[in-house]
Nanobody, 124 residues
């Protein structure tokens, strides 16, 4: 069983930055693809970014160029650096893990393990 714990959320002003972290325990971290998703009030959860076991990255068009995903296998941690934040980025942010099959990185249903989420609030 894999446990995921997010941290780094908080309140920030428009244009600011935050770095989210997701620490994994259990399982073999190096075999997992890791993803970040978010859910805003009244909306469905949406894909943001994913990183394969080998470091290939994938982004939603809404965050490409502003968000960067990375992983540190030694620390079993995945990060989401968020820059140029906008009010519409306000949401609960979740990290997720799945066995890396080389496909379906943006598919929420393909992820097996989820963190509890961390709140990000962007105010103007």
């Amino acid at each position: 069983q894999v446990q995921l714990v997010e941290s780094g959320g908080g309140s920030v002003q428009v244009g600011g930055s935050l770095r989210l972290s997701c620490a994994a325990s259990g399982g073999t971290f190096s075999r997992f693809a890791m993803g970040w998703f978010r859910q805003a009030p009244g909306k469905e959860r949406e894909f943001l970014a994913a990183i394969s076991w080998s470091g290939s990255t994938y982004y939603a068009s809404s965050v490409k160029g502003r968000f960067t995903i990375s992983r540190d296998s030694a620390r079993k941690t995945v990060y989401l650096q968020m820059n140029s934040l906008k009010p519409e980025d306000t949401a609960i942010y979740y990290c997720a893990a799945k066995s890396d099959t080389g496909t379906y990185y943006a598919r929420e249903g393909r992820y097996d393990f989820w963190g509890q989420g961390t709140q990000v609030t962007v105010s103007s």
